[in-house]
């Protein structure tokens, strides 16, 4: 089994920046890509950013809302992922879920929460 575990979630003020990390443990084959989805409350979850994990020049994906003002990065010797927030505003506010795309499954961490404030 694989077990994700995020960190660096906290309150953090427009304009801010904050570094998640999410460390991945565990028996993990078929691996593609790792990242983050955010779900706030009421809404779908949605695409933060992946990086491929597959190859050593890891493509990324990042999605639209946070393009440009986000930067996903890969410690392939402690299997983890690092997501770099800058410029946050409330619209950011979400529980952030760490994310493992296998070819046999998809894994998710317990989620961190991430709380803009004005």
């Known amino acids: 089994q694989v077990q994700l575990v995020e960190s660096g979630g906290g309150l953090v003020q427009a304009g801010g920046s904050l570094r998640l990390s999410c460390a991945a443990s565990?028996?993990?084959?078929?691996?593609?890509?790792m990242g983050w989805y955010r779900q706030a409350p009421g809404k779908e979850r949605e695409l933060v950013a992946l990086?491929?994990?597959?190859?050593?020049?890891?493509?990324?994906t990042y999605g639209d809302s946070v393009k440009g003002r986000v930067t996903i990065s890969r410690d392939n010797a402690e299997n983890t992922v690092n997501l770099q927030m800058n410029g946050l505003t409330f619209e950011d506010t979400a529980v952030y879920y760490c994310?493992?795309?296998?070819?046999?499954?998809?894994?998710w961490g317990h989620g961190t929460q991430v709380t803009v404030s004005s």
């Open positions: 990086i491929a994990l597959y190859t050593s020049n890891g493509a990324t």
């Open positions: 565990g028996s993990i084959g078929g691996v593609n890509a």
């Open positions: 994310f493992l795309n296998t070819l046999f499954s998809n894994d």
